[in-house]
């Protein structure tokens, strides 16, 4: 039995039914819900605090929707099994249990003193890895070793997160590493998908055609790896902002290279152009902060990573890939559109914000808001999709 067939067999719930289901809905949920949380208690002096937000966003949210992608796509790499029903509830559980975990150690100064919350929110992507690894070695598919390596540093980055806590707060190397590692998945991943869908749509309109992958996107990976790990371990260095920006300028050539502008006419397929952008101007503007530190803060660089690069590319991906999945037509329609647009304007708030001192708190909220509402608009839009059967299934 092949993939395919496997996830058409499976009789039980549909939210368990292939890994995007359950963690493209559920995360998307806890991000509407973790980012106003956070920042109600920054404005009021509560409990929440900065190095909740910046874990929950990068290793609960980001986490959960790069499970919920690879648990979906490495059964199609490898020609394995897909990982459905039960085991996929028991890694579900996993990450439910690790954000509980988070906000009881949030909320009670007492929790946060015991080992067992760090325990439980660090099982979640080591399990992963663990799948991760056993699929590709299994399919013997090499070529997305990276991936796997990928998905253990970020296992290993947030264990560090836990133990870093306490001495260095949220300006630390696990953090850097947990946002490299997701910012170089966007690069790899993203790199594929995005020219990959950009050809399929031009072949139906005759536009013009994305560049074939070649050397240029090798060397444009390397750079940005080098890059990130330079940023990781030595953020001040004056080689790493020369290194930053050498690697926004090549993943903006390479950008260039897909033809975006050709696809305006398809949102669906447009957005994960927007996504790639962020990624690319991430890169500049953190390079900048680098050189140029007395102009522009990190906090932008940051921002365009995070809310750009991160939350436009994750909901760009959670649409077309919940469409695909369940049966829909791969055509963006009007809520589509309204995700699309809420996402990229609280990233262009947020960092607009870093550049805005006298105007920080009031465009902070704006952006929160915005945010919020692109991924309330997604669940509400996709929990009917991603809680019933896939049209046509069989």
Known sequence: MNTAAAIRAYRGPALLSIGLRPFFLFAALWSAIAAPLWIYAFLSGGPVGLDWHVHEMLFGYAGGIIVGFLLTAVPNWTGRLPVVGVPLALLFSLWVAGRVAMLAMALNTDIAAAAWPTIIDSLFLVAVAGVVWRE?????NWRNLPVAM???????????FHLEAGAGGVDNL????GLSVVALLIALIGGRVTPSFTRNWQLKRGGPLPAVADRFDTMTLIATAAGLVAWSFAPFHPATGAALLLAGVL?????????GEATLAEPLVLILHLGYLW????????????????HILPSVGVHALTAGAVGVMTLAIMTRSSRGHTGRSLTAGKAEILIYGLVNLAALTRVVGG??????????IVSVGLWSAAFLAFVISYAPILMTPRLGRG
């Open 136 to 140: 590709v070695l299994a399919g013997r």
């Open 150 to 160: 990928i998905v253990t540093v970020l296992a290993l980055a947030n264990i560090g």
């Open 174 to 177: 696990s953090t850097r590493l």
């Open 251 to 259: 993943n903006l050539i390479r950008l260039a290279r897909w033809h």
């Open 279 to 294: 990624l690319a101007a991430g890169f500049v503007l953190l390079g900048l902060s680098v050189v140029a530190p007395a």
């Open 355 to 364: 550049l805005l001192p006298f105007a920080y708190n009031s465009l902070l």
